[in-house]
C-alpha cells in the first residue's frame, strides 16, 4: 500500500513540485470518504480520490496551481466545495470538499520528518494554517509531543484539536478556526497505521503472490519465513519482513487481534505455529493453508494433544472465499485478501469533544463506496465563515471530459 507522505516526497524530489489534494469532508453518496489523497505534478498523478468527473477537474485545477505558483490570495492552498450530480454528472449526487495544497522542494524536511514516523507505524499530525499563512511549513506532532507544547505554538484551538485526535489514534481530518474572526483556519491531518496486523508466515509461491496483493491493500503486513533468500529484494512500504530461526517466537509478538495467516514450505512447521497461536488464545483469525483432507489430519492430531473443539473450529482451513476455484497463486491471494476484507472492521465517522472544541472527525477511507448513505457525516468546515473555498460549479459531462476522465480513472494508483 503506497503511503502518501512518501509518494509526495518521491515526486516532489524527482518534479520539483505537486499539489497533494486531499478529501476533506463528503455529505451523501460520494465515491471516495474523507482522508483519500491523490498527489499530482506537472507529468503524473498517484492516488485516487474517486475518478470520473471529479478526479478529472482536481488534476485540472492541481495543475493550474503548479503554473500559477500560488492561489488567487498569494497562499498555495484552497479548499473547494464540489456537488457531484449538480456540477459534474455525477450519479453519486453528493458533496465533496477538495483541499489542494502545493508543495515544492521547500517543503521537504517536513516529509522526511513524517516519513519517518509514518515508517515507525506510529499515529502522527500534521497540523497547518490555511490560506495566506500556508506557506508557513506544517507542525509534524506526535500525541507525545502535543501533549508538551505550550499554547502559544500554534494556538489553543488547534493544539486542543490536535490533541483530540492523537488521542483517538485512529487518523482522521478536521479543519477549524480560532475564535478571531479575521484568522485563517487550521488543518487537522491525523494520520494512523493500518488498523489491520496480519501475520504472514511463509515465503514460497503463494506467500510472495499474497504479499504482493496485500502490498496494495490498508493492512500492515509481518511477513516471516526462516530463509532469507525467499523474500523479494523490495517489499511495499506496509510490509515488514523477518528472518527468523523459529517463526513460533513471532507469535507471541503480534499485537491484539491479529490475523494470523500460515503457510511455511514445512507441515510440521504449519501444525507448530497453529498450535502456538491457539495457544496464545487472542487473535482475530487464524487461517491455514491446505485442503480439507490437511483439516482434518490436523484436527486429529490437535484433539490427540487434548485441544478441544472449539479451538480447532478457529482454524480455518482452506482459506479464501468459499467458491472460488483455481491453486493458482495468484487466484488464492486475491481469494485470501477478499475474505480479510470482510472481516475488517471499518472505521466510522466520529465526534470528538472536550471543553469549547468539536472535531466532526471523518474516518479513514476504508472501504470506498455509499459511505454517505452508511453513516453521518457533516462538515468540517464552516460555511462561508474565513474559508479560502470555492464553489467548483462549471461546465461538465461533455463527452470529451467524460472520456478523459474516464482514462485517468482507469490508470489511477492506491494511495492513503
Request: aromatic letters at 4%; charged letters at 25%; proline letters at 5%.
Amino acid at each position: 500500500m503506497l503511503r502518501w507522505v512518501s509518494a509526495l516526497s518521491e515526486v516532489i524530489r524527482r518534479d520539483k513540485a505537486a499539489v497533494l489534494v486531499t478529501v476533506i469532508v463528503t455529505r451523501g453518496s460520494a465515491p471516495r470518504a474523507s482522508g483519500a489523497r491523490m498527489v499530482v505534478s506537472e507529468r503524473a498523478s498517484l492516488g485516487s480520490i474517486g475518478g470520473g468527473q471529479l478526479e478529472f477537474r482536481a488534476q485540472g485545477i492541481a495543475r493550474a496551481m503548479l503554473q500559477n505558483g500560488a492561489d488567487d490570495d498569494g497562499s498555495g492552498t484552497r479548499i473547494m466545495r464540489f456537488p457531484l450530480g449538480a456540477s459534474l454528472g455525477q450519479c453519486c449526487g453528493g458533496v465533496v470538499e477538495l483541499g489542494f495544497e502545493r508543495v515544492g522542494t521547500d517543503d521537504l524536511a517536513w516529509l522526511d520528518q513524517a516519513g519517518a514516523l509514518d515508517r515507525e507505524g506510529g499515529t502522527w499530525a500534521r497540523i497547518r494554517r490555511l490560506g495566506v499563512f500556508s506557506s508557513q511549513p506544517p507542525t509534524i506532532l506526535t500525541a507525545t509531543a502535543a501533549a508538551s507544547l505550550s499554547p502559544a505554538a500554534l494556538g489553543e484551538v488547534a493544539q486542543e484539536a490536535a490533541r483530540l485526535l492523537l488521542a483517538e489514534a485512529e487518523g482522521g481530518l478536521s479543519v477549524v478556526a480560532d475564535d478571531t474572526p479575521a484568522s485563517a483556519p487550521w488543518l487537522i491531518d491525523v494520520t494512523a497505521p493500518p488498523a489491520l496486523t496480519v501475520v504472514l508466515f511463509g515465503a514460497g509461491h503463494v506467500g510472495c503472490a499474497i504479499a504482493e496483493v496485500f502490498g496494495r491493500l490498508p493492512f500492515r503486513v509481518i511477513w516471516v519465513d526462516g530463509r532469507d533468500a525467499c523474500f523479494p529484494d523490495t517489499v511495499a512500504s506496509n510490509i515488514e519482513t523477518r528472518v527468523s530461526d523459529d517463526p513460533t517466537d513471532e507469535v507471541k509478538l503480534a499485537p491484539n487481534n491479529a490475523f494470523f495467516l500460515v503457510m511455511t514450505h514445512s507441515h510440521a512447521l504449519d501444525f507448530d505455529l497453529i498450535r502456538a497461536i491457539l495457544d496464545r488464545g487472542e487473535f482475530g483469525y487464524l487461517g491455514l493453508i491446505g485442503s480439507t483432507s490437511k483439516r482434518k489430519s490436523f484436527a486429529a492430531r490437535l484433539r490427540a494433544r487434548g485441544y478441544p473443539d472449539a479451538d480447532i473450529a478457529r482454524v480455518h482451513c482452506p482459506i479464501g472465499v468459499p467458491g472460488v476455484v483455481g491453486k493458482e497463486p495468484e487466484v488464492i491471494a486475491v481469494s485470501v485478501a477478499a475474505s480479510l476484507l470482510r472481516m475488517r472492521e471499518p472505521r466510522a465517522t466520529r465526534t470528538v469533544a472536550t471543553g469549547r472544541i468539536e472535531c466532526a472527525v471523518s474516518g479513514s477511507d476504508d472501504r470506498p463506496g455509499n459511505d454517505g448513505e452508511r453513516r453521518r457525516e457533516r462538515s468540517s468546515v464552516r460555511e462561508g465563515e474565513r474559508m479560502p473555498a470555492a464553489d467548483a460549479a462549471g461546465q461538465g459531462g461533455d463527452e470529451e471530459g467524460r472520456m478523459q476522465a474516464e482514462r485517468a480513472d482507469s490508470t489511477a494508483k492506491g494511495l492513503v
